[in-house]
């Protein structure tokens, strides 16, 4: 069955870099897009961006273009997001999710558990 | 550019209906496509509908999409206490190069 596992919970400092990791498992993990989605304490969920892991190629949300880096290592089938920079409002639960499309349009049918990100001095 | 505007609460009593509209607000109406996500903070979302009205295999049918006119809409029926959660709609908007995904405002269903 397809899962994905996130790593555990990071406590960082302002300032800092923080890379989130998502490893998939049951399904041809080159065949799909990995989205990141956050959701910061009493917030709505907010799209980061995607990875295609078969060529690597990226789309960032325009709120993160500067400060994130979205990777994937497709030898241990491992999606990894990176987020720079960070302050307070940063303090999120991460998740990855995966990308699948219909035929007619795209939705993330998958998600990894989340990963709690605490940004605090 | 695509905004998906959800109320902020709906509420019913175990066993009724509620609905949860996902206005959009961009030249693109006639075709969007939106799919559904329910959400509990802290935990994995999970896909509900796709497609507008389509359900993932395992979804009960008391949860149901449609597309009234210019807005999508979530109907769950047959409330229950453990449909309390958080629902979002989202979407891939492409008026903008590259696209991007969006998600609605999120709307709390409370099982009175």
């Known amino acids: 069955q397809v899962q994905l596992v996130q790593s555990g919970a990071e406590v960082k400092k302002p300032g800092a870099s923080v890379k989130v990791s998502c490893k998939a498992s049951?399904?041809?993990?080159?065949?799909?897009?990995i989205h990141w989605v956050r959701q910061a304490p009493g917030q709505g969920l907010e799209w980061l961006g995607w990875?295609?892991?078969?060529?690597?190629?990226?789309n960032y949300a325009q709120n993160f273009q500067d400060r994130v880096i979205m990777t994937g290592d497709t030898s241990i089938r491992t999606a990894y997001m990176e987020l720079g920079s960070l302050r307070s409002a940063d303090t999120a639960f991460y998740y990855c999710?995966?990308?699948?499309?219909?035929?007619?349009?795209?939705?993330?049918?998958?998600w990894g558990q989340g990963t709690l990100v605490t940004v605090s001095s | 550019q695509s905004v998906l505007t959800q109320p902020p609460s709906v509420s019913a009593a175990p066993g009724q209906k509620v609905t949860i509209s996902c206005s959009e607000t961009?030249?693109?109406?006639?075709?969007?496509?939106v799919s559904w996500y329910q959400h509990l903070p802290g935990t994995a979302p999970k896909l509900l509908i796709y497609?507008?009205?389509k359900r993932p295999s395992g979804i009960p049918d008391r949860f149901s999409g449609s597309k009234s006119g210019t807005s999508p809409t979530l109907a769950i029926t047959g409330l229950q206490t453990g449909d309390e959660a958080d629902y979002y709609c989202?979407?891939?908007?492409?008026?903008?190069?590259?696209?991007?995904?969006?998600f609605g405002g999120g709307t709390k269903v409370t099982v009175l």
């Open positions: 049951g399904y041809t993990f080159s065949g799909y897009y």
């Open positions: 961009s030249s693109n109406i006639g075709d969007i496509y």
């Open positions: 497609d507008n009205d």
């Open positions: 989202g979407t891939w908007d492409t008026s903008l190069s590259p696209g991007r995904w969006v």
């Open positions: 990875i295609d892991p078969s060529s690597g190629v990226t």
């Open positions: 999710a995966r990308d699948w499309y219909s035929g007619t349009s795209d939705m993330f049918d998958f």
